[in-house]
């Protein structure tokens, strides 16, 4: 881009000189239509510059806009997730289970309190009564998990929808174990596509968006939220887009 933006420059730099030997040099009968040609090329090559520098400054406003709103539903999806997780011991494989749990778990309010008992052996043991530290986890309530992450608000029903880029496209997710040191860990990833998100996009800034490798930029083809190779619940994305953990 850079090299046609220079490129275009120095044309437009070279057609105004040619224009000015046009009028210098040129019989007076044909000027006007060689200054007209010419002049049009300067007016082409300095829209095509334009286009070249304003294209992409577009392209990342619609980018950043989109992806902002992706990334809140993808964090909606992760908060589900952990929720069942939490409750149920593994995460939720589509995306109408882990609804129906939204709308149906509770979680369990529990106190942990610091007691002590008599410890029968050694009592027996040294004629004296003995005790022994324990913990005690008392149930002190319920808590409704859709209360608890979403309030009043009804959007955990809609959450597999992408809310921007190509209509009707949904999140892909799934869920499963890994093994670690002979145990298997439960793991979850849920992901659109770049190319859903951008679908209406210039074609040729959306390759060199999926090619992105930056501190900065959400590297690789799509957004996503937790993986299926390793233990992993954060987002890929920088905290320039609100946190990813």
Do not use: C
């Given at each position: 881009?850079?090299?046609?933006?220079?490129?275009?420059?120095?044309?437009?730099?070279?057609?105004?000189?040619?224009?000015?030997?046009?009028?210098?040099?040129?019989?007076?009968?044909?000027?006007?239509?060689l200054?007209?040609?010419?002049?049009?090329?300067?007016?082409?090559?300095?829209?095509?510059?334009?286009?070249?520098?304003?294209?992409?400054?577009?392209?990342?406003?619609?980018?950043?806009?989109?992806?902002a709103?992706?990334i809140?539903?993808?964090?909606?999806?992760?908060?589900?997730?952990?929720?069942?997780?939490?409750?149920?011991?593994?995460?939720a494989?589509?995306?109408?289970?882990?609804?129906?749990?939204?709308?149906?778990?509770?979680?369990?309010?529990?106190?942990?309190?610091?007691?002590?008992?008599?410890?029968?052996?050694?009592?027996?043991?040294?004629?004296?009564?003995?005790?022994?530290?324990?913990?005690?986890?008392?149930?002190?309530?319920?808590?409704?998990?859709?209360?608890?992450?979403?309030?009043?608000?009804?959007?955990?029903?809609?959450?597999?929808?992408?809310?921007?880029?190509?209509?009707?496209?949904?999140?892909?997710?799934?869920?499963?174990?890994?093994?670690?040191?002979?145990?298997?860990?439960?793991?979850?990833?849920?992901?659109?596509?770049?190319?859903?998100?951008?679908y209406?996009?210039?074609?040729?800034?959306?390759?060199?968006?999926?090619?992105?490798?930056?501190?900065?930029?959400?590297?690789?083809?799509?957004?996503?939220?937790?993986?299926?190779?390793?233990?992993?619940?954060?987002?890929?994305?920088?905290?320039?887009?609100?946190?990813?953990?």
């Amino acid at each position: 881009m850079l090299n046609f933006i220079l490129v275009a420059v120095a044309v437009i730099l070279v057609t105004i000189g040619l224009v000015k030997l046009v009028d210098k040099f040129i019989p007076a009968k044909f000027k006007p239509l060689l200054n007209i040609a010419l002049w049009l090329l300067i007016a082409f090559l300095g829209y095509k510059t334009y286009v070249s520098i304003y294209e992409p400054i577009q392209f990342n406003k619609v980018k950043n806009k989109r992806y902002a709103q992706v990334i809140e539903s993808l964090k909606d999806i992760r908060d589900s997730q952990l929720a069942h997780r939490q409750v149920i011991g593994v995460f939720a494989k589509d995306f109408d289970n882990l609804i129906k749990f939204v709308d149906t778990a509770q979680y369990t309010i529990t106190q942990r309190r610091d007691s002590s008992i008599i410890d029968v052996d050694l009592t027996k043991r040294y004629g004296v009564d003995t005790f022994k530290d324990i913990i005690i986890v008392d149930t002190l309530g319920f808590v409704s998990v859709k209360d608890s992450l979403f309030k009043s608000s009804t959007r955990y029903k809609t959450m597999m929808n992408v809310p921007v880029g190509e209509e009707g496209a949904k999140f892909k997710m799934d869920a499963g174990f890994i093994e670690q040191n002979n145990i298997k860990i439960p793991v979850f990833e849920a992901s659109v596509k770049k190319s859903v998100i951008l679908y209406d996009q210039n074609k040729d800034l959306l390759v060199q968006e999926n090619q992105v490798v930056s501190v900065d930029g959400v590297n690789g083809d799509a957004l996503k939220v937790g993986s299926m190779d390793e233990v992993n619940t954060n987002g890929n994305w920088p905290k320039t887009y609100g946190s990813n953990e």
